[in-house]
C-alpha cells in the first residue's frame, strides 16, 4: 500500500528554465557582493572552509568566490554551493524580487494527496533551504505546510540507489510503500534499484523517456498504486 510520495523539483513540480534561467542567474550575480558583506558571518565562513576542503587550499574571499561561479557553470551538485545559492536566494524571495514557480497541477495534486493521507517529501539536489523557499513563496501561496520533509544532497547523489536507502530509514518505511517522482531517468533507476515505486515525469517534449519505468506527462496522470 502506498504511502508516501517522494517528489524531485526541476522538470517534476517546477520548470527547469526557472532554475536554470532565473535562479542561478540570480544567484551568480549576487554571490561575490553577498560573499563580501557576509564574509564575518560564522555560516558563510563555514561554507568557504567546506570550498577550501574541495579545492586543497586556501582561499581569499574572490577567489572562494570565482571557484563557486565556476561550480555554476559547471552546474556542480556541490553542497556548499547548494547552501548558498539558498540563502542568496532567500534574501531575492523576502525582498519580492524572485517568485517559486510550480505547474499549475503541483498545487492542487500536492493538496489532494495531502488529503489522502499520504506522506509528502520532496528530494533535489537544491539546498532543503532552497527547496522550502520555492515552495514558500508560490504564486499558489505557500506550499510548505503539505510536506512532511525534505532531503538533500547531504543525504547523497541522486543518481545512487543509498541516497534513497537512507531516504527510506529516514521516512520509516519500506521501498514498496513510496513513490518516487522525476524527470530523469538514472534517479528513477537509482530508486528503484533501492525498492522505490517510480513514475517518470515528461512535462519536457524533450525529455528523454526511460521507457522501463511508467511515465505522466503531468500529476494528473501519475498512477498511485
Not at 6 to 30: N, Q
Not at 141 to 169: M, N, Q, W
Not at 188 to 194: V, Y
Request: aromatic residues 10%.
Amino acid at each position: 500500500m502506498l504511502k508516501a510520495i517522494v517528489t524531485d523539483i526541476e522538470g517534476t513540480t517546477s520548470s527547469i528554465e526557472f532554475v536554470h534561467k532565473t535562479l542561478f542567474p540570480y544567484a551568480k550575480a549576487h554571490l561575490r557582493r553577498f560573499l563580501r558583506e557576509h564574509a564575518g558571518d560564522a555560516q558563510i565562513q563555514s561554507l568557504i572552509d567546506d570550498v577550501e576542503a574541495v579545492v586543497g587550499w586556501d582561499l581569499s574571499i574572490d577567489e572562494a568566490a570565482d571557484t563557486l561561479e565556476q561550480w555554476i557553470a559547471e552546474d556542480r551538485k556541490a553542497t556548499p554551493l547548494k547552501t548558498l545559492q539558498g540563502l542568496i536566494w532567500k534574501t531575492g524571495y523576502e525582498a519580492g524580487e524572485l517568485k517559486g514557480h510550480v505547474y499549475p497541477d503541483t498545487p492542487e495534486f500536492l493538496r489532494r494527496w495531502h488529503a489522502q493521507g499520504l506522506a509528502l517529501y520532496v528530494y533535489s539536489s537544491g539546498s532543503v533551504e532552497a527547496q522550502k523557499l520555492i515552495f514558500g513563496h508560490t504564486e499558489y501561496g505557500d506550499l510548505t505546510p503539505l510536506f512532511s520533509g525534505y532531503f538533500d544532497t547531504r543525504v547523497g547523489g541522486k543518481r545512487e540507489a543509498a541516497s534513497y536507502k537512507k531516504i527510506l530509514k529516514q521516512i520509516g518505511l519500506a521501498g514498496g510503500e513510496v513513490l518516487f517522482l522525476s524527470d530523469v531517468g538514472e534517479e528513477l533507476d537509482a530508486a528503484r534499484e533501492a525498492g522505490l515505486q517510480t513514475v517518470q515525469l515528461l512535462r519536457d517534449d524533450n525529455a528523454k523517456p526511460f521507457e522501463e519505468h511508467p511515465q505522466a506527462r503531468d500529476f494528473s496522470q501519475v498512477p498511485l498504486g
